[in-house]
């Protein structure tokens, strides 16, 4: 054996030996991978491979996925913070490259390497690709495949610590799922657990952690306090240790314990934050300034060198705000305005805050009261608020209000400065218009000086709206209108929507994130304040005099136009303040005005019973009693006479309400029990002796429906026509309708071929009722028309599907397309779960700029649609029919959630 050995060695090359050593390595390797039997190299083979393979690959996309997800994702740190804040459902989808590869290399580990025998796994990294699989799922948002694994843990590694980690990620998938419950009970599981035996010290360290977020995501703050100082017990890393003390300042910020407020953020400064982190603290730390036992020059002086370090250029409408609150606390309201508004001036990106300061600034001026110049910031402020923000349409409806009355006093102004104009002498009105136009010419040599010294500061308030600006600096005190030269710097487009039909909008809310429009269908929204045609051609340079005198009412129906307009204006002026500002003084200022002025206008009568109101709300008797000898003498049958004089009036309607209600239960019970002549007298009696308008067409119906009982189908016929012609608006009317249809085959609708009921808009809204189902439940398709003229159809599937490789790799997703009719193909992807799924596609796709980089608007319609309608889409073919049901219910859906 020996000798054939040495003869072997003797007789072939070094090569030929190296290959056979190989061959034999080889094999032994190809034994080794097999996962069926239970060997030492088997094991050790598996568990090195796993770890540093794919599992060690995937655990680094985790990480670089997290990293970005800190990275893009910002604090609001103008509500108390989370704990950890995981970004919103679009930002979490921009994660889903290096999740899904994560996802991916944890499941290779778990199909290639896992050794379970006997119910024991033998790969220590298994249990660790099933965390780091569920981790995945839980960064992108997928919390329902999230929990699914880490419950997976729980189940099959039961004696391995690593059940403890899983049973916490269960818990903060249930409380980022909102599902409180299920949350608190996992929670308090791990905690029962902790006394009993032995858990993992990350576990220990991050359960206080989790149980702060689990109050704090439902607002109870007091509750977080002890969970946020037992997390400071362990040594957590710095990043969660400043947001913990950070959060603390805040709790107590908000309690006004402010001591302890300041106390934790200057912890935080002490810590080496983030320089976001230190601003905030330091600016929180002024804001929470206590009068009796802060140092408010040491404050100040720290927020007045913050304000000349260049570092803190964006951040300077925030220390601003902070001084405004320190001088509020002093009670010194002139400084906190003049720091409020240097931050309007100074806000450059951040919106809230300048909706924050711009708040803050109206309810000053709002409570002097300066209401001109409170709609001025409340109006600035509803450009930039976004809609959840806390008391959203409170304020909305003050700046309506406020809009409103300032609208109406505009009108009064203008039109008093245009009678004026109108009665002067031509040469004083030419003198007067010159003057008029030397003051332009001024104001803009001023402004741009002022633009050349304080280029930013202008820009900034500038973004006020040159409406606002002309609301607050103007027209105050009884100031002749035309003396403001602002007012008149624009042309007539700005002076028709500045002072004209409300519901055009200013020229510079067309760029902005939103429009408001306070006025529409309000009852004391001001009308139209221009006396000339649509048709008039207008001038609209302010250097020319024309543009000034064009609006002057030179005829006596202009005048009288002008009249009727400062009287209407006048009656909302005081209604406004009466009813929505319950500033009686005001109120009844601007009635006495209108009453003094327009004796025979239309609503006198109103106008001295608000008046007579306001006066006893004032405790005012001698002019109370006046104006209500006024409505006595004046209106002695109106219904006003009788209220001033009966105090008991609306308590005695209402019992005859009462009377009235139990004769139409007395009336409705004869009628079932057949008694219909009994019911003829009963109805004849409410319809003679009440003046109820509401139960009367149910009178009328009552006794329709027994005269037809007793006299027979033609009269019937007869009794509901009239009905039905009489109150066609009516609870009753339909039902007569339908009876008169199923008796006599008279459609009411069919009466007019035009009308709102008639068969044109009838048959379109049933048409786009009954084509379509919308079905949020079930598979959905993401579908891309393309107009093939304009768009390369291939082009765009490659680049739908590069996104989908990129973004929603494990979806499975299918891009098919197909024409649609001429040039018009469909891309269809498919398929999604059900509508929510597919909603998160299309938003997430909406803002790619890779995708949409060479489709313009107009060339391409988009959105999701369910497998069911489909076919329906299809075969009818209507683009714009399918766009209208599509926002109509699904972004519907969206704004509801």
Known sequence: MTKGIHRFLRNNTLGNISRVLLFIIGLSLVYSCSTKRNTFTRRVYHNLTAHYNAYWNGNESLREGVEQMKNNVEDNYYEVLPVYNYGTKQQAQSLNPSMDRAIKKASKVIKL??????????????????????????????????????????????????????????????????????????????KSKMDKMEIPEEVRKKLPLANAQYHILQDNFDQSIRYLKAALDYKQDRHIENRCMFILGQIYQQKEDFAQASEYYHKVVKNNPSYTLAFNARINMARSYDKESGNKELIVEELEKMLKDPKNKEYRDQIYYALAEIALRDNNDTTAINHLQKSVAVSVSNDLQKAMSSQKLAGLYFEKPNYKMAQTYYDSMMMFLPQDYPSYEKLEERTRVLTNLVDNLQVVERQDSLQKLARMPEKERKAIVDKLIAEYKAEQKRKKEQERMQQMNTSSMRGMGSRNMQRGMGSGGGKWYFYNPQALSFGHTEFVKIWGDRKLEDNWRLSTKKAMNFSSGDEFAATSDTTQSDTTELVTDPMKPETYLQYIPSTEEEMEASNQKISNALFNVGMIYKEDLANHQKSSEAFEKLVERYPEYEKILRAYYHNYKNHQRLNNPDKADHFKNKIV??????????????????????????????????????????????????????????????????????????????????????????????????????????????????????????????????????????????????????????????????????????????FNDLDDLNINSIILKDNWHMITINSFNNEQDAMDYYNAINNNEYVFSDIQEGEFHHFVISANNYPVFYRDKDADEYLHFFKSQYFNQEARK
């Open 633 to 806: 003498s004046q209106f002695p049958d109106s219904e006003y006479a009788k209220i001033v004089q009966n105090p008991n009036y609306f308590k005695e309607l209402e019992k005859e309400k009462e009377r009235l209600h139990t004769l139409y239960m007395e009336t409705y019970n004869a009628f079932l029990a057949g008694q219909y002549d009994m019911v003829k007298m009963y109805c004849n009696d409410a319809l003679e002796n009440f003046e109820d308008t509401e139960l009367k067409p149910k009178f009328e119906y009552l006794k329709a429906l027994s005269i037809g009982k007793k006299h027979g189908k033609d009269t019937l016929k007869v009794v509901m026509n009239k009905l039905v012609s009489e109150y066609p608006d009516s609870e009753v009317a339909p039902l007569a309708s339908d009876m008169l249809a199923i008796l006599f085959g008279i459609n009411q609708d069919d009466e007019g071929e035009d009308g709102e009921n008639g068969s044109g808009k009838g048959v379109e809204e049933e048409k786009l009722k009954s084509i379509y189902n919308y079905e949020p439940k079930s598979t959905h398709f993401y579908v891309m028309l393309v107009d093939s003229r304009k768009v390369k159809v291939n082009a765009t599937k490659v680049k739908l599907s590069d996104y989908n490789m990129k």
């Open 113 to 190: 390497h896992s050794m379970r025998f006997s119910g024991e796994e033998h790969v220590r990294w298994i249990d660790d690709s099933y965390m780091l699989m569920g981790k995945a799922y839980f960064y992108k948002q997928e919390y329902i495949s999230a929990r699914r694994t880490f419950e997976h843990i729980v189940s099959k590694f039961p004696e391995e610590p690593i059940r403890f980690n899983a049973m916490l990620w269960i818990a903060k998938t249930g409380i980022q799922m909102e599902q409180w419950e299920k949350a608190r009970t996992m929670l308090d599981l791990i």
